[in-house]
C-alpha cells in the first residue's frame, strides 16, 4: 500500500532551525512535494523534487533520497508565519499526490 | 504562477440542500482538475479526478452520485454536492493542471462547507 509517515507536531523557537522528515512508500514515484498549509487555508507550493539531493530556496531546503523512501524539509530562521502544517506528499506512478496528515510547526517566540 | 479560484469561499447551507462549486483556472487551460475533501485535522484525500469533456474518475468510496462533478469547459469545473447533510461539512480543495506538465498541480483557495 501507500503510506506517508511524518511527525504529527513540531515545535521550535523564533530564529531557529527545524527539520521535518518524511518517509514514504508509493507504487512508483514521480517526485516529492512539499506544501505549506495554514489553519484554513488551501495548500501552498514549496519545493520539489525528482532527484537524490537537497533543493535549496531561501529559508527552506528539501532532501530527497529515494532509495530510502525519504525526504526532509529544513527551514532556518524560522519566523512566526512559519506556524503551519507542512505537507509531504509524493506523487505515485500515476502521477497522483499522496497525502498525510502532515506536520503541524508551532513557532514560539 | 498560474492561478486558480473558487467559489464561494464560505456557505452555509440547510440539510438536504445541494450546493455546487465552481473551480476555474484563470489564466491557462487545465484539461485536468482534481477535487479535494479536507477535514480537520486530516489529510487531503482526493475525490475525483475531473476532465474536460469526459466523465470524472471518482476515488473508492465517494459516491458519484452525490459528488457531481462537471468539467464543461478548459478553465471550469463544478462540484455538486446534492442533499447535503451535516456529515459533507468539510474544506473542500480543487486543484487543476497544466496539459502537459504531469506533475504540477495548481490548488484553489478552497471551499468551506458547513451543512446545519
Known amino acids: 500500500g501507500q503510506n506517508i509517515d511524518q511527525p504529527t507536531e513540531m515545535t521550535a523557537t523564533e530564529g531557529a532551525i527545524v527539520q521535518i522528515n518524511c518517509t514514504y512508500q508509493t507504487s512508483g514515484f514521480n517526485g516529492l512535494f512539499w506544501y505549506q498549509q495554514h489553519a484554513g487555508e488551501a495548500p501552498t507550493f514549496l519545493s520539489y523534487n525528482v532527484l537524490d539531493g537537497l533543493e535549496e530556496k531561501g529559508r527552506f531546503s528539501s532532501f530527497l533520497s529515494r532509495s530510502k523512501g525519504y525526504s526532509y524539509l529544513l527551514l532556518k530562521e524560522l519566523q512566526m508565519k512559519d506556524s503551519a502544517s507542512y505537507l509531504c506528499a509524493p506523487m505515485d506512478s500515476n502521477y497522483q499526490l499522496i497525502w498525510g496528515a502532515g506536520t503541524k510547526l508551532i513557532i514560539k517566540p | 504562477g498560474a492561478v486558480v479560484s473558487q467559489h464561494p469561499s464560505w456557505v452555509i447551507c440547510k440539510s438536504g440542500t445541494s450546493v455546487k462549486i465552481e473551480c476555474r483556472s484563470l489564466?491557462?487551460?487545465?484539461?485536468?482538475m482534481f477535487w479535494y475533501r479536507q477535514f480537520p485535522k486530516q489529510s487531503l484525500m482526493l475525490m475525483a479526478t475531473?476532465?474536460?469533456?469526459?466523465?470524472?474518475?471518482?476515488e473508492q468510496g465517494v459516491e458519484k452520485d452525490k459528488f457531481l462533478i462537471n468539467h464543461a469547459s478548459l478553465t471550469l469545473s463544478t462540484l455538486t454536492v446534492t442533499s447535503a447533510h451535516p456529515e459533507d461539512s468539510s474544506f473542500y480543495i480543487c486543484s487543476a493542471r497544466f496539459p502537459r506538465d504531469l506533475e504540477t498541480q495548481y490548488f484553489g483557495p478552497g471551499t468551506r462547507l458547513l451543512v446545519l
Open positions: 489564466d491557462f487551460q487545465a484539461t485536468t
Open positions: 475531473s476532465n474536460e469533456g469526459s466523465k470524472a474518475t471518482y
